[in-house]
């Protein structure tokens, strides 16, 4: 079992940044493939980035390519989301997940509870 919790979340202006931070604990999480995904008020669940178990490989969506960066520090068990030129359209809730078999599937095992993002235009 791996226990997610994501934080950094928050109200930003439209053109600033932000870092989510998701920390992982329980089963070596190390050893998985983490991803970043969001979901806005009556909107479906958004693929967002992915990164491997070694962070050597990574995938955006197209949405997001540019602007986000995904990177994780398995010595801190925490895998990270910069988001810079944050845009009204992002507003949303992020979550964290860990456990797919590829960084190019969008099935995870676990998941986190959310961090809200909120981008004023």
């Known amino acids: 079992q791996v226990q997610l919790v994501e934080s950094g979340g928050g109200l930003v202006q439209a053109g600033g940044s932000l870092r989510l931070s998701c920390a992982t604990s329980?089963?070596?999480?190390?050893?998985?493939?983490m991803g970043w995904f969001r979901q806005a008020p009556g909107k479906e669940r958004e693929f967002i980035a992915s990164?491997?178990?070694?962070?050597?490989?990574?995938y955006y969506g197209d949405s997001v390519k540019g602007r986000f960066t995904i990177s994780r520090d398995n010595g801190k068990n925490t895998v990270y989301l910069q988001m810079n030129n944050l845009k009204p359209e992002d507003t949303a809730v992020y979550y964290c997940a860990a456990d797919s078999r590829s960084i190019y599937m969008k099935t995870y095992n676990y998941w986190g509870q959310g961090t809200q993002v909120t981008v004023s235009s």
């Open positions: 990164i491997s178990s070694s962070g050597g490989s990574t």
């Open positions: 329980g089963r070596t999480a190390s050893w998985y493939t």
